[in-house]
């Protein structure tokens, strides 16, 4: 398919979103994935007008105004290793985050792919924080990674966060041809302590990790564990000393 012609098509309906499934069918392509076109390559054209080091150093005039003056030689101390983490951030950002599917791999391949990629960003960035991260090959298995930290043994589970702003503590019910959905064996079962230690949502857009103990998933409700708003797990969210928290239980 022409790229170019997808994107005249976008410039004659003015950019209009509402329009992104009109073309998709013009054009016999699925709309979520005219779409991840329509974003993939937007970002990368305004990425190339952006010169990153002019934009991190404009941040770091904004962060300095802000800073109160009793807080400014600390500012200072900081401030050569905070303009290298902006720029590095605000290239991710230009990028729309990790690249997903540049190859086009068929969905249902892709979706099964794109969840262990969220295990392994977990257990990468466990073992780069300083903790003992291995996954769990056995797929039956209630957890998909152990640690071991202060002679005691963790057991995680990773679930990827890709759109949206929420995570469950319930597992998805098993859909396909032939399947009775409403089964009581083929409904998602509520993910509790006897699960795992601790539950991990990754961000598989950018890697951050919402490290969350399970004594907080058990006290919910089971009508609220289906659905979690990530503003309410705030004080979770990168917060690596969870583990050495759960191994003094």
Same mark, same amino acid.
């Given at each position: 398919?022409?790229?170019?012609?997808?994107?005249?098509?976008?410039?004659?309906?003015?950019?209009?979103?509402?329009?992104?499934?009109?073309? +998709?069918?013009?054009?016999?392509? &699925?709309?979520?994935?005219?779409?991840?076109?329509?974003?993939?390559?937007?970002?990368?054209?305004?990425?190339?007008?952006?010169?990153?080091?002019?934009?991190?150093?404009?941040?770091?005039?904004?962060?300095?105004?802000?800073? =109160?003056?009793?807080?400014?030689? &600390?500012?200072?101390?900081? &401030?050569?290793?905070?303009?290298?983490?902006?720029?590095?951030?605000?290239?991710?950002?230009?990028?729309?985050?990790? =690249?997903?599917?540049?190859?086009?791999?068929?969905?249902?391949?892709?979706?099964?792919? +794109?969840?262990?990629?969220?295990?392994?960003?977990?257990?990468?960035?466990?073992?780069? +924080?300083?903790?003992?991260?291995?996954?769990?090959?056995?797929?039956?298995?209630?957890?998909?990674?152990?640690?071991?930290?202060?002679?005691?043994?963790?057991?995680?589970?990773?679930?990827?966060?890709?759109?949206?702003?929420?995570?469950?503590?319930?597992?998805?019910?098993?859909?396909?041809?032939?399947?009775?959905?409403?089964?009581?064996?083929?409904?998602?079962?509520?993910?509790?302590? &006897?699960?795992?230690?601790?539950?991990?949502?990754?961000?598989?857009?950018?890697?951050?990790?919402?490290?969350? =103990?399970?004594?907080?998933?058990?006290?919910?409700?089971?009508?609220?564990?289906?659905?979690?708003?990530?503003?309410?797990?705030?004080?979770?969210?990168?917060?690596?000393?969870?583990?050495?928290?759960?191994?003094?239980?």
């Amino acid at each position: 398919m022409n790229s170019q012609k997808l994107i005249e098509a976008l410039i004659e309906k003015e950019y209009k979103k509402s329009k992104i499934k009109e073309i +998709a069918n013009e054009f016999g392509l &699925k709309k979520s994935d005219l779409e991840k076109f329509y974003d993939r390559t937007f970002f990368l054209d305004i990425a190339r007008e952006i010169n990153l080091k002019e934009l991190s150093e404009m941040n770091l005039q904004r962060i300095e105004e802000n800073i =109160p003056n009793e807080k400014k030689k &600390k500012f200072q101390f900081i &401030k050569t290793k905070l303009k290298h983490i902006i720029e590095k951030s605000l290239y991710i950002a230009m990028t729309n985050g990790f =690249p997903v599917n540049i190859n086009n791999i068929e969905s249902g391949v892709m979706t099964a792919n +794109a969840g262990d990629s969220a295990e392994f960003i977990f257990v990468a960035r466990a073992i780069l +924080a300083g903790f003992n991260c291995s996954s769990v090959d056995v797929r039956s298995s209630r957890y998909d990674a152990i640690i071991d930290y202060s002679n005691k043994l963790l057991r995680v589970q990773i679930k990827g966060i890709s759109t949206g702003n929420s995570i469950s503590f319930k597992d998805r019910d098993r859909g396909g041809q032939g399947i009775d959905h409403k089964h009581e064996t083929n409904l998602g079962q509520r993910i509790t302590s &006897k699960d795992c230690d601790i539950y991990v949502a990754v961000d598989k857009q950018v890697g951050i990790c919402y490290i969350i =103990p399970m004594s907080f998933a058990d006290k919910l409700s089971n009508e609220e564990c289906k659905r979690i708003n990530l503003n309410r797990i705030e004080k979770y969210k990168e917060n690596w000393n969870i583990i050495k928290e759960e191994t003094k239980k």
